[in-house]
Nanobody, 123 residues
Framework: VQLQAFGGGLVQAGGYLILSCAAS????????MGWFRQAPGKEREFVAAIGWRTYYADSVKGRFTLSRDNAKNTVYLQMNSLKPEDTAVYYC????????????????????WGQGTLVTVSS
């Protein structure tokens, strides 16, 4: 299984980016997919996930929107009103089973991790 993330880059505060994550090797249409991020010097943190429902971290709620295209085995993270504190490496995740919906914010709930894409928000 491979998760390939696209869309990172440099953007000014208040701007937007769209990240995408394409899965290959198996179908995740009935499984959870999502994103974590890790800023320099900080622990990895949950951003958003989609499974039975869509889940967001409080820090991105109302600004980020997660969607999926099952036909393409891809999830998209629309990030609006970006802030400098959103600067991080963003990791795509995918999993199977109920754990990704019971505890989406736990890294241990996710079996597959992508390589990460850097998002830098300048002030």
């Amino acid at each position: 299984v491979q998760l390939q993330a696209f869309g990172g880059g440099l953007v000014q505060a208040g701007g937007y980016l769209i990240l995408s994550c394409a899965a290959s090797g198996r179908t995740f249409s009935s499984s959870g997919m999502g994103w974590f991020r890790q800023a320099p010097g900080k622990e990895r943190e949950f951003v958003a996930a989609i499974g039975w429902r869509t889940y967001y971290a409080d820090s991105v709620k109302g600004r980020f929107t997660l969607s999926r295209d099952n036909a393409k085995n891809t999830v998209y993270l629309q990030m609006n009103s970006l802030k400098p504190e959103d600067t991080a490496v963003y990791y795509c995740v995918a999993g199977s089973g109920p754990s990704t919906d019971r505890a989406p914010a736990l890294p241990s709930a996710w079996h597959y991790w992508g390589q990460g894409t850097l998002v830098t928000v300048s002030s």
